[in-house]
């Protein structure tokens, strides 16, 4: 089956597939890329799969290089809730004429 069967209509272009803890792949839409404290994240939104309701809740992960070598990055969850917040009041600030923002 091809992939782009299920979202037709949609740029492909921002779509990040990625793999939850039990490996099944997961679609976000990847919205912006922040830098704070010389780290990087990425914002992320999940993809509403066909019948479901989208929720709005973004993710955001940590940059990691996995090879210096190579392009490929990885991305890490972030536990320290403060790094959160300020990761995402830099993304709202930046989108804020974009995005309807529910705290």
Avoid: H, Q, W
């Amino acid at each position: 089956m091809n992939d782009n069967e299920n979202y037709e209509g949609e740029d492909l272009d921002n779509i990040v597939i990625l793999n939850d803890e039990n490996g099944n792949e997961v679609r976000f839409e990847f919205l912006d890329l922040v830098e704070l404290d010389d780290e990087e994240y990425v914002v992320l939104l999940p993809v509403a799969e066909e019948g479901e309701e989208e929720e709005g809740e973004v993710v955001i992960l940590k940059v990691e290089d996995v090879d210096e070598e190579s392009d490929e990055e990885s991305y890490v969850s972030v536990d320290d809730d403060e790094t959160l917040n300020k990761v995402f009041e830099i993304f709202k600030e930046k989108f804020k004429d974009d995005f309807d923002f529910v705290d």
